[in-house]
Nanobody, 116 residues
Framework: QVQLVESGGGLVQPGGSLRLSCVVS????????QGWYRQVPGKSRELVAG???????NYADSVKGRFTISRDNAKNTVFLQMNSLKSEDTAVYYC??????????WGQGTQVTVSS
């Protein structure tokens, strides 16, 4: 059974940085794609960054140049480095692992609050 556990969220001032981690168990990380999404109350969950099994990355326009997704296959962990944080980055952040169109596993989410 695949499980994902996020950590690293918290309260940070505008302009600050956070690094989110997503530890994956029950699956080989490098065989599949992973993504980081975020959601605020009343809105749909949106893609923040993704990384394919081959290591190709993609980002939402709103975070390009500020966020970096990476993966440590030995530790089975996906990271999201977030720099120059803005108040509009406040959300619950979720990671996922996508095996195919019908098989996606999500973590429980971690809250990120950007406020002075």
């Amino acid at each position: 059974q695949v499980q994902l556990v996020e950590s690293g969220g918290g309260l940070v001032q505008p302009g600050g940085s956070l690094r989110l981690s997503c530890v994956v168990s029950g699956s080989i990380l490098s065989a599949y794609s992973q993504g980081w999404y975020r959601q605020v109350p009343g809105k749909s969950r949106e893609l923040v960054a993704g990384i394919t099994s081959g290591g190709t990355t993609n980002y939402a326009d709103s975070v390009k140049g500020r966020f970096t997704i990476s993966r440590d296959n030995a530790k089975n962990t996906v990271f999201l480095q977030m720099n120059s944080l803005k108040s509009e980055d406040t959300a619950v952040y979720y990671c996922n692992l996508v095996k195919n169109l019908f098989d996606t596993t999500w973590g429980q989410g971690t809250q990120v609050t950007v406020s002075s």
